[in-house]
């Protein structure tokens, strides 16, 4: 990380909740992730990143009593699409990369909670709709990850509890 | 001296209940779940064993009824978290002699092994 | 959920965390060796992961352990505590100095397992006494991770199964005031109906 870490300013990405950004000063980060996944889209050329945290495969027959509609793939996956664009990006520049999607409650339990793993298929679905693939991810496993998106430089990280942040 | 099998899957506990009974003068044997405890029993012909109840493998409600079955004099006093009455009564059913409730202090401990080996 | 059931289900816990609350109190104060109190805790339908504030917040590392609950109830039980507490709960379970632990070794996490398996049990028992049902819980599962990542993750499986998320959460503090841990107990929400139908 670069000597300028320390004066970047943090925006916490919570669940369900979405953010896109061209400010060099920030970094989006989704704190955390266990079973959710962070998805996040970069467009180098203006610069503009975005970060959605995904909790649920589907959205379907489930109303969310109003809360973060973004936390179910394919409305999450749709408007971080979709703010990008908004904000002037181009899909065919996006560089999408996805993060989480564990099962935390210990490896013996990994096969009765499937909630990561089937997030992570949902995406990749809705992504391949707006004909995109993650370029890199760091899916699975049993241990939580949080998820940074450096917006000035295009650079993604990913820490545990257990190491310290490294490039994605 | 008597020998005290002691049966649960936390190495804390083992390691906790084994210093209180040597301390007292037994000699002990260990075990980490159901399935081990049963094979111990067999093996060391103890004079009384302290069983958990909520072990992988093989739980202690089955445990004692397994040991129960090869040896109807075995006694046996469960040492258990899970404290629900009709927990309680299957476990007496099955032959168990005492029912502690953990957390529990090392004379109450003491106070059960010398009642189960009287 | 509607609103009758809510409140139903709301009364039963809270009677339920009520004696559970007590229940773990005596056990945990046995095991340290000192006073800890155990908040009344909230019950609360729908809720989120606002719980972490109790461990320091989403980020900050806790040792714990998860517990699946079976039988007639099945749901899930988790302990989180501040790493530092953790640590510090092992030298009072071993009687040591506090300090003396200073990384989570295989001793301390069983250790950790073990006050999380007695804490977890005391609500498991008060809720199958009151409702007559028999309740099993699993073998702790060790965890020591994020803390927002281990509640969400139970969270997330309970809004899978459709339902509505139930959850006990509770504050462990000691004669200072210090946190010293976080209980969440949430049922399936398959099984909200029977608790229903079994509530005194």
């Known amino acids: 990380m670069t000597a300028l870490a320390s004066e970047l300013r943090r925006i916490s990405v919570g669940i369900g909740q979405l953010a896109v950004s061209s400010d060099a000063g920030e970094v989006l980060v989704a704190y955390g992730l266990g079973s959710c996944v962070g998805v996040s889209a970069y467009d180098p050329s203006l610069r503009l990143g975005g970060l959605v945290h995904i909790l649920l495969p589907d959205s379907e027959g489930r109303g969310c009593d109003g809360r973060e509609p973004a936390r179910f793939a394919d409305i999450g996956i749709d408007s971080l699409i979709r703010r990008m664009v908004e904000g002037g990006a181009l899909k065919g520049r996006l560089t999408v990369k996805m993060v989480g999607g564990a099962a935390v409650l210990g490896a013996a339990n990994a096969g009765k909670f499937k909630i990561g793993e089937r997030n992570a298929e949902a995406i990749k679905e809705r992504l391949l709709r707006h004909g995109l693939r993650p370029a890199a991810e760091d899916l699975g496993g049993v241990k939580g990850r949080t998820f940074e998106v450096h917006i000035g430089v295009g650079r993604t990280y990913v820490r545990t509890a257990a190491s310290s942040p490294t490039e994605l | 001296m008597a020998t005290i099998l002691v049966v649960d899957d936390a190495a804390f506990m083992r390691m906790r209940m084994s210093k209180i009974l040597a301390e007292a003068g037994y000699e002990v044997v260990q075990a980490e779940n159901g399935i081990d405890a049963v094979q111990k029993y067999k093996g060391s012909r103890p004079d009384a064993v302290l069983m958990d109840i909520t072990m992988p493998e093989m739980d202690g409600l089955t445990a004692l009824k397994e040991i129960r079955a090869h040896d109807p004099s075995a006694r046996v006093a469960m040492v258990t978290a899970l404290g629900q009455q009709q927990i309680v009564l299957e476990a007496v059913k099955s032959g168990a002699r005492d029912f502690l409730v953990k957390p529990c202090e090392g004379d109450r401990v003491l106070a059960a092994v010398s009642k189960l080996c009287a | ?200």
């Open chain 3, 1 to 200: 959920m509607n609103a009758s059931l809510a409140e139903t289900i709301t009364g039963t816990l809270s009677r339920v965390a009520r004696d559970g609350a007590v229940r773990a109190g005596r056990g945990l104060s046995g095991l340290m060796g000192q006073e800890i109190t155990i908040h009344i805790p909230s019950v609360r339908i729908g809720t989120k992961a606002d719980a972490c504030d109790a461990v320091g917040g989403e980020e900050s590392i806790v040792l714990g352990a998860y517990l699946s609950m079976s039988g007639d109830i099945s749901g899930h039980v988790m302990l989180l505590f501040p790493i530092g507490r953790a640590l510090e709960c092992v030298d009072l379970m071993c009687g040591e100095a506090p300090g003396t632990t200073a990384e989570p070794d295989e001793l301390a996490e069983s250790a950790i397992g073990e006050l999380s398996n007695i804490v977890g049990s005391a609500f498991v028992n008060a809720l199958g006494d009151y409702t007559g049902l028999v309740l099993h819980p699993s073998p702790p599962v060790i965890l020591h991770d994020i803390a927002i990542a281990l509640v969400q993750s139970v969270y997330a499986e309970i809004l899978s199964q459709g339902g509505d998320v139930v959850m006990i959460d509770t504050v462990f503090e000691d004669t200072s005031g210090a946190t010293a841990g976080l209980l969440i107990l949430a049922p399936d929400p398959l099984c909200l109906a029977l608790l229903k139908e079994h509530a005194a």
